[in-house]
């Protein structure tokens, strides 16, 4: 968008970028669709911010504090929207002073939200000299700002019949140490959620999906912690190395909830040194995190998890080239990522395009079709109150 006196507004088709990073300074309101901020857009360290829906705005900051704008916003469906600068921003204020009240109402609400927010964190603060986590827990800054010590899984070791335990070696070490593996063969499914998550009796495989190694703490997900090669151990020991001292895990039956987060932010750490397709499995991981975080009932963090899995998987579908199998499987990956974070025009422009192909697996079409009529209901709903 062009810095300009001009208040009108324009259309941005979707996918196209409404304002780049380190842009002019102004502020963009959207009348009409849903976009996307995001930083580091288009690289693979890309991050999705937030959604900005009709009737709200982005890139305040750069407006009122006068500074290039170090996020970029990105038309999510077909987007109307006006650029508000320093040159007109009176015009704005005069010819939508409904729309100006609302924004000022919201930056208040900001404000306040994060105030509450840093008034608890400091309160949740250990005192000086006191201890944190139950027994054996040790802080890791490997985690994000959020994660808490008061995680609990319900981790089932006690299900012999499906989960045994093998003695495993590093590829990358060669340390050999106890750790879990299921049976597939004993698995007794029992249902999907909207997210293609597949739900089991008795065990969740989720909870031993990653193996850890206790030395080198090189981590991976079971079906190819094996296959990394041995050469990349030093770039996989640089990574690492930061957190080596203050992440502690436990093997075999002493693993715990701690084990299971750090194993898979160590993977996180892994995969782009030792992964094929890695923004693939970067993906697939932040998914897998943010169950984790919804089944310790962390909505807060589910949330983060459920954007950085938004951002990952945008990324494979904008810049990878995957087979068409997987294509329709990101597609209603990110139409449910979508809907969870509110933003039902995003989510019904990718599950439109799973139920208009001819060639989409009936399952999926089944799921976008369904997710399609929660979309309809919910859309109805807000409409008669």
Known sequence: MENSSSLAPQQFPFGSVI????SLKQMIVVLQGSAGVYKNYKMTNEVFVKSVGQGSFACEQSLFLNKEHDEALVALTDVLALSVTRNNIKEFFTKYPDAAFSIVEQIYKRLAETAAALDKYERQQPKEGAGQGGAGFKK?????????DKYTLPLTHNQTDIICLNKTACPLCGRKFETHYILSSKLRRIGNDADMRVRYKDVEPLYY???????????AETTNFSEAPKRQSDAVNA???????????????????????????LALL??????ESHELTTAGLWLKISRLYEDCKDSKMHLY???????????VYSNLR????QTQQVRCLLGELYFKLGDYDAARQFLFMIKSDKDAPASLKRQAENRLES???????????
């Open 19 to 22: 304002v780049s990073e380190n």
């Open 140 to 148: 890791s800054t490997l985690f994000p700002e959020g994660h808490t």
């Open 209 to 219: 999906n990653i193996i850890t190694c206790p030395n080198c703490l090189y981590s």
């Open 239 to 265: 990574k690492i190395g930061p957190y080596r001292l203050d992440t502690v895990i436990q093997t075999g039956n002493d693993r715990d909830t701690h084990t299971v987060f750090i194993g898979y932010y």
């Open 270 to 275: 892994c995969a782009p040194i030792v992964a």
């Open 305 to 315: 998890a459920i954007k950085q899995a938004l951002a990952s998987y945008n990324y």
């Open 322 to 325: 995957i087979s068409d199998n």
């Open 375 to 385: 979309i309809r209901e919910i859309k109805k709903t807000e409409s008669e109150t």
